[in-house]
Structures are given as structure tokens and as C-alpha cells.
């Protein structure tokens, strides 16, 4: 399951890009010299945004939202 999950250009990080850059807005990817490597920058308006998706947050009644099998006293 776990090779499955992406840590980058996401479906929901992807949704959030086209949507920022349709709008005008200017971004950067993935800063790493930034605390939790944020997914999307705009260094010029001091913003950062982490786009997860369900697996991370686990949100009520999300079909998507499960835990793993193995080893779940870890997760």
C-alpha cells in the first residue's frame, strides 16, 4: 500500500497548482530549505501550501480514508 502513496504532483497538489496558476499566481515546488518541504511556494507573498490528500487526514466518511492493514499501531 505504502508504494502507492506519492510525495509529489498528487492529484489534489495537481488540482490546487492549475487552479492558483489560472488565477495568476506564481509558484514554486517542493522548497527542501523549508521546515516540512511545503508543496507549493510564493516566496514573494510569504505563503506556503501543503496539499495532502486522504490517506494523510483521514477525513469522516471518506472512502478513501482507511487505515493500513499492517501494522497500524505505527499509523
Request: aromatic fraction near 18%; charged fraction near 10%.
Given at each position: 500500500m505504502m508504494a502507492g502513496i506519492q510525495g509529489k504532483n498528487t492529484k489534489p497538489e495537481l488540482i490546487v497548482r492549475r487552479i492558483l496558476f489560472a488565477s495568476g499566481y506564481r509558484f514554486r515546488l517542493h522548497r527542501r530549505d523549508l521546515p516540512g518541504t511545503p508543496d507549493i511556494?510564493?516566496?514573494?507573498?510569504?505563503?506556503?501550501?501543503?496539499?495532502?490528500?486522504?490517506?494523510?487526514h483521514m477525513h469522516q466518511g471518506c472512502r478513501f480514508a482507511r487505515m493500513p492493514k499492517t501494522r497500524s499501531e505505527f499509523w
Open positions: 511556494v510564493m516566496p514573494g507573498r510569504r505563503v506556503s501550501v501543503f496539499a495532502h490528500g486522504c490517506f494523510w
